[in-house]
């Protein structure tokens, strides 16, 4: 399994890319400061999830999202937020998981079982 991560705060990205290796042991993991950078990588390689926070300045988490799933449409989304007051309808209709900040074991495993979605 191939995972993207994006965070533009180096600690955050660190924390959340550590905890994705403990939790998912067979996956490989990338990390990207750069939302852009992280585009461009999964434009050239096969990625089944993708982890992104949603604040960001030259391009924000839904703007990758939105970008990326129109031309890979089977790739796994799940946001990373603050607040789960930061997830709207349109957001969380593409989301696969919301997971809460801090970035722990614990959220990570209420992403993948979609515990912050409504409905």
Same mark, same amino acid.
């Given at each position: 399994?191939?995972?993207?991560?994006?965070?533009?705060?180096?600690?955050?990205?660190?924390?959340?890319?550590?905890?994705?290796?403990?939790?998912?042991?067979?996956?490989s993991?990338?990390?990207? *400061?750069?939302?852009?950078?992280?585009?461009?990588?999964?434009? *050239?390689?096969?990625?089944?999830?993708?982890? /992104?926070?949603?604040?960001?300045?030259?391009?924000? *988490?839904?703007?990758?999202?939105?970008?990326?799933?129109?031309?890979? +449409?089977?790739?796994?989304?799940?946001?990373?937020?603050?607040?789960?007051?930061?997830?709207?309808?349109?957001?969380? /209709?593409?989301?696969?998981g919301?997971?809460?900040?801090?970035?722990?074991?614990?959220?990570?495993?209420?992403?993948?079982?979609?515990?912050?979605? +409504? *409905?």
């Amino acid at each position: 399994m191939k995972i993207v991560a994006i965070d533009p705060e180096p600690a955050e990205l660190l924390r959340l890319t550590d905890t994705i290796r403990r939790i998912r042991d067979n996956a490989s993991v990338e990390s990207f *400061g750069d939302p852009l950078a992280a585009v461009k990588f999964v434009y *050239g390689n096969h990625v089944d999830e993708i982890y /992104s926070v949603l604040d960001m300045k030259r391009m924000n *988490g839904f703007q990758v999202a939105m970008l990326l799933l129109s031309k890979y +449409p089977g790739i796994r989304f799940r946001f990373v937020v603050d607040r789960l007051s930061e997830c709207t309808e349109e957001l969380c /209709s593409i989301a696969a998981g919301i997971v809460l900040r801090p970035v722990s074991r614990e959220t990570l495993m209420q992403a993948q079982d979609n515990r912050h979605l +409504p *409905g």
